[in-house]
């Protein structure tokens, strides 16, 4: 039982400081600007040959901050369900109403896989992606 409960506390412990690529979640922006979610999210998972690089994949590039916030900020996604009910990409301040946040969570019947397809977000980078919307996107 001893066992047990030290494996246990090994896995909670792993699950609670890593995240994707192994990185801690210690330091995590509270106040999270464009420039986080570019550097700790989409150039390690989104913007990877054949995703959402210079190619585009779903009309979406995220390779740096600059084209990220062009393409991401108050824009309709090319995803034929999310377009047909007007769903924008990312609406600052409206999390909940932002399709980005949808992709990274539980998209609903006929607007694709989760992404990123490879490796999923954990729990403390959609935290992060989310509070960035929800303060505004900036």
Known sequence: VRGHRQIRQLVCLAVITTACGGETVDGMPENPTIEDVQSLIFDKTCSQSGCHDMTGFGGL????????????????????????????????GRPDDSFLIRKVTAPTLGEGLPMPIERKLTKPYIDLMRRWVEQGAL
């Open 61 to 92: 590039s995220l390779t740096d901050v600059m084209t990220s916030r062009d393409q991401l900020i108050d824009q309709l996604s090319d995803n034929e369900t999310a377009r047909n009910s007007g769903l924008l990409r990312v609406v600052p």
